[in-house]
């Protein structure tokens, strides 16, 4: 018998300057999805949740996704392929967001490995990488960097279960 554990993030050895992770899937943002995003982070401009306002006083002339939720999608979407086992998200270098996402865009995710730096214990690692939200259209909506520090290999916390390892045994 073969046991799979998904891969969640990676280790200081695992990324190589250069490296490119494309995200997968997607996600469509939806009306729903901005509103509640809004609700939650007490974002109540009318730009996000009034159709008559943004149709009639905007330049865009529908409503626009909030800015921090296209940047929380983009971010999440790259989680498991660069900081599902990071020791902290230090710092996020720059944040622009380059064109506007409506509801019903579909946002995609891709991340490139720009530096990385051993810790002074020998222990972890600090890897620099950019990563861009890209909607259906193939604009880029978002961008940031953003410098992550990860465990090497041999010093990772092993990953633990709420279950033994016999749980398919009869």
Same mark, same amino acid.
């Given at each position: 018998m073969t046991v799979n554990d998904r891969p969640f993030g990676r280790h200081y050895e695992d990324f190589?300057?250069?490296? /490119?992770y494309r995200h997968w899937p997607? +996600? *469509?943002?939806?009306?729903?999805?901005?509103? #509640?995003?809004?609700m939650i982070t007490m974002?109540?401009?009318? &730009?996000?949740?009034?159709?008559?306002?943004?149709?009639?006083e905007t330049v865009h002339g529908k409503n626009v996704v909030v800015g921090n939720l296209v940047y929380? &999608?983009? #971010?999440?979407? %790259? /989680?498991?392929?660069?900081?599902?086992?990071?020791?902290?998200? #230090?710092?996020i270098e *720059?944040?622009?967001?380059?064109?506007? !996402?409506f509801h019903g865009d579909t946002i995609y995710a891709v991340t490139k490995v720009l530096d990385k730096s051993e810790t002074s214990d020998?222990?972890?690692?600090? /890897? *620099?990488?950019? !990563? +861009?939200?890209?909607?259906?259209? %193939?604009?880029?909506?978002?961008y940031f960097r953003r410098r992550v520090m990860v465990w090497k290999r041999e010093f990772a916390p092993t990953r633990g279960y709420p279950y033994a390892d016999d749980v398919f045994t009869d």
């Open positions: 190589e300057i250069g490296d /490119v997607g +996600k *469509t943002i939806t009306e729903a999805d901005d509103h #509640l995003f809004c974002n109540h401009h009318p &730009l996000h949740s009034n159709v008559w306002f943004a149709e009639n929380s &999608l983009v #971010l999440g979407m %790259s /989680v498991p392929d660069v900081s599902g086992s990071a020791v902290a998200n #230090l710092e *720059t944040l622009k967001h380059a064109k506007p !996402t020998g222990k972890r690692g600090i /890897v *620099t990488v950019e !990563t +861009k939200g890209i909607n259906q259209r %193939s604009e880029e909506v978002c």
